[in-house]
Nanobody
Protein backbone atom coordinates (compact mmCIF):
# COMPACT_ATOMS: atom_id res chain seq x y z
CA UNK A 1 0.00 0.00 0.00
CA UNK A 2 1.14 3.53 -0.75
CA UNK A 3 0.81 6.37 1.76
CA UNK A 4 1.54 10.08 1.59
CA UNK A 5 2.10 11.72 4.96
CA UNK A 6 2.22 15.50 5.29
CA UNK A 7 3.65 17.62 8.07
CA UNK A 8 4.57 21.20 8.81
CA UNK A 9 1.25 23.01 8.92
CA UNK A 10 0.27 25.35 11.72
CA UNK A 11 -0.67 28.86 12.75
CA UNK A 12 1.49 31.77 11.63
CA UNK A 13 1.15 35.53 11.48
CA UNK A 14 0.89 37.34 8.17
CA UNK A 15 4.34 37.82 6.68
CA UNK A 16 5.66 34.68 8.32
CA UNK A 17 6.92 31.43 6.82
CA UNK A 18 6.12 27.74 6.96
CA UNK A 19 7.63 24.69 5.30
CA UNK A 20 5.39 21.77 4.41
CA UNK A 21 6.76 18.28 3.89
CA UNK A 22 5.22 15.21 2.33
CA UNK A 23 6.80 11.76 2.24
CA UNK A 24 5.57 8.79 0.26
CA UNK A 25 6.04 5.26 1.54
CA UNK A 26 5.04 1.75 0.58
CA UNK A 27 5.37 -0.16 -2.64
CA UNK A 28 6.84 2.45 -5.00
CA UNK A 29 8.78 1.89 -8.21
CA UNK A 30 8.89 5.52 -9.30
CA UNK A 31 7.20 8.83 -8.60
CA UNK A 32 6.53 11.06 -11.58
CA UNK A 33 5.07 14.53 -11.00
CA UNK A 34 4.35 15.75 -7.48
CA UNK A 35 2.18 18.67 -6.48
CA UNK A 36 0.62 20.70 -3.70
CA UNK A 37 -3.06 21.64 -3.70
CA UNK A 38 -5.04 23.66 -1.19
CA UNK A 39 -8.65 24.11 -0.21
CA UNK A 40 -9.68 27.22 1.65
CA UNK A 41 -12.91 27.65 3.65
CA UNK A 42 -15.85 27.55 1.27
CA UNK A 43 -13.60 27.23 -1.75
CA UNK A 44 -12.82 24.55 -4.28
CA UNK A 45 -9.52 22.71 -4.14
CA UNK A 46 -6.92 24.52 -6.25
CA UNK A 47 -3.55 23.54 -7.64
CA UNK A 48 -0.78 25.53 -5.96
CA UNK A 49 2.46 24.17 -7.41
CA UNK A 50 3.81 21.22 -9.38
CA UNK A 51 7.23 19.69 -9.86
CA UNK A 52 8.34 17.06 -12.36
CA UNK A 53 10.75 14.29 -11.55
CA UNK A 54 13.42 16.33 -13.31
CA UNK A 55 12.70 19.42 -11.22
CA UNK A 56 10.65 21.62 -13.53
CA UNK A 57 8.13 23.67 -11.57
CA UNK A 58 4.91 25.59 -12.08
CA UNK A 59 2.98 27.85 -9.69
CA UNK A 60 -0.44 29.42 -9.49
CA UNK A 61 -0.11 33.17 -10.01
CA UNK A 62 -1.16 34.04 -6.46
CA UNK A 63 1.90 32.34 -4.91
CA UNK A 64 4.60 33.13 -7.48
CA UNK A 65 7.62 34.69 -5.83
CA UNK A 66 6.48 33.61 -2.36
CA UNK A 67 6.27 29.80 -2.47
CA UNK A 68 8.91 27.32 -3.61
CA UNK A 69 8.25 23.66 -4.37
CA UNK A 70 11.11 21.17 -4.24
CA UNK A 71 11.57 17.42 -4.01
CA UNK A 72 14.04 14.76 -2.95
CA UNK A 73 13.69 11.75 -5.23
CA UNK A 74 15.86 9.57 -2.99
CA UNK A 75 13.47 10.18 -0.10
CA UNK A 76 10.26 10.13 -2.17
CA UNK A 77 9.48 13.50 -0.66
CA UNK A 78 8.13 16.86 -1.78
CA UNK A 79 8.32 20.16 0.08
CA UNK A 80 6.61 23.54 -0.07
CA UNK A 81 8.46 26.53 1.36
CA UNK A 82 5.93 29.28 1.97
CA UNK A 83 7.18 32.81 2.65
CA UNK A 84 5.42 36.15 3.05
CA UNK A 85 2.25 34.33 3.99
CA UNK A 86 -1.07 36.14 3.69
CA UNK A 87 -4.42 35.47 5.39
CA UNK A 88 -5.79 34.36 2.02
CA UNK A 89 -3.27 31.49 2.05
CA UNK A 90 -5.27 29.93 4.90
CA UNK A 91 -6.34 26.48 3.74
CA UNK A 92 -5.87 22.76 4.11
CA UNK A 93 -2.85 21.86 1.99
CA UNK A 94 -2.70 18.46 0.27
CA UNK A 95 0.21 16.79 -1.44
CA UNK A 96 -0.35 14.74 -4.55
CA UNK A 97 1.95 12.30 -6.29
CA UNK A 98 1.71 10.37 -9.54
CA UNK A 99 3.11 6.96 -8.56
CA UNK A 100 4.05 3.78 -10.35
CA UNK A 101 3.92 0.87 -7.92
CA UNK A 102 5.65 -1.51 -10.34
CA UNK A 103 7.52 -0.93 -13.60
CA UNK A 104 4.87 -2.76 -15.62
CA UNK A 105 1.93 -0.73 -14.28
CA UNK A 106 0.58 2.65 -15.23
CA UNK A 107 0.79 5.51 -12.76
CA UNK A 108 -1.91 6.36 -10.24
CA UNK A 109 -2.47 9.63 -8.36
CA UNK A 110 -2.23 9.43 -4.57
CA UNK A 111 -3.20 12.07 -1.99
CA UNK A 112 -2.04 12.95 1.47
CA UNK A 113 -4.46 13.50 4.33
CA UNK A 114 -4.01 17.26 4.35
CA UNK A 115 -2.38 19.68 6.77
CA UNK A 116 -3.97 22.89 8.04
CA UNK A 117 -2.25 26.21 7.43
CA UNK A 118 -3.77 29.22 9.17
CA UNK A 119 -2.43 32.73 8.61
CA UNK A 120 -3.60 35.39 11.03
CA UNK A 121 -3.75 39.06 10.13
Amino acid sequence: QVQLVESGGGLVQAGGSLRLSCAASGSIFRINAMAWYRQGPGKQRELVATITRGGSTTYVDSVKGRFTISRDNAKNAVYLQMNSLKPEDTAVYYCNADILKYYWTSSTPYWGQGTQVTVSS
